[in-house]
């Protein structure tokens, strides 16, 4: 399996007071597929996100990704773990505003050790006329298209998406949500996406459901739906 989560349990201190965000967490999944994890604010989908990422760290269990076993990773090795394999897409686009949009891109180019060619980025996401425009001068749904542009061309392993149809309108959600789907058809990434929007898991080879720390559900799905199919 491309990604294995065992065991693995979160717990923050607040003051005096514990919350277990994790609770025992397995899935696994296969390289090239889309995996989407949904469940309402609170339920553990963003601290699981930031562990696989290797943006935060688990107090118990194993996380692999490919050949890269995290648990046992110093924080500069998570730090080459992050530049190397993972690209990430947020709800807010976080785009450097003094820089074009190709110039964002371009930004993640330089400290990827293997990055696909930019040009070709920006093709693919459908953003080359823009290529010279500042973020300002872009709609929400271009800006996204920039971030998974950024995301995409550092020529990552896995890409982690964090409510990237959050901040932006029915419409343009689909045409995110497709291009998502093109990026896993073409670079063979495998995706996984957090979300409290169930209607896009019918996209997703892999649907896990958290609820307070624990996966309730983990299926697969038989038949997939065009993500420009997708109705909420």
């Not at 190397?84 to 947020?90: L, N, S, T």
């Not at 209607?199 to 299926?219: F, P």
Request: aromatic share 8%; net charge negative; hydrophobic share 40%.
């Amino acid at each position: 399996m491309f990604l294995t989560v065992d065991n693995t349990n979160k717990t923050y201190q607040t003051g005096e007071t514990t919350f277990q965000a994790l609770q025992d967490v397995n899935f696994s999944m296969a390289r090239g597929q889309i995996g989407v994890i949904l469940g309402p604010s609170g339920s553990g989908k963003s601290t699981l996100l930031n562990i696989i990422g290797g943006i935060d760290y688990a107090d118990e269990g194993s996380i692999r990704v490919a050949d890269w076993q995290l648990n046992d990773l110093s924080e500069s090795q998570l730090t080459q773990y992050r530049r190397d394999a993972v690209g990430f897409v947020f709800q807010f686009y976080n785009l450097v505003p003094n820089l074009t949009a190709r110039e964002n891109v371009e930004l993640m180019s330089n400290i990827s050790k293997d990055p696909f060619e930019i040009d070709d980025i920006m093709k693919a996401v459908e953003m080359s006329e823009f290529a010279n425009h500042f973020p300002r001068e872009l709609s929400g749904g271009q800006q996204q298209r920039i971030s998974i542009a950024r995301a995409i061309v550092k020529n990552p392993r896995l890409l982690l998406c964090d409510e990237p149809t959050g901040a932006i309108d029915f419409a343009t959600s689909k045409e995110i949500l497709k291009l998502l789907s093109e990026i896993n058809e073409l670079y063979d990434t495998t995706i996984l996406i957090i979300t409290h929007n169930h209607a896009i898991a019918d996209m997703a080879h892999r649907v896990l459901k958290l609820r307070s720390g624990k996966i309730i559900e983990d299926h697969t799905n038989e038949t997939r739906i065009a993500a420009e199919r997708i109705e909420w």
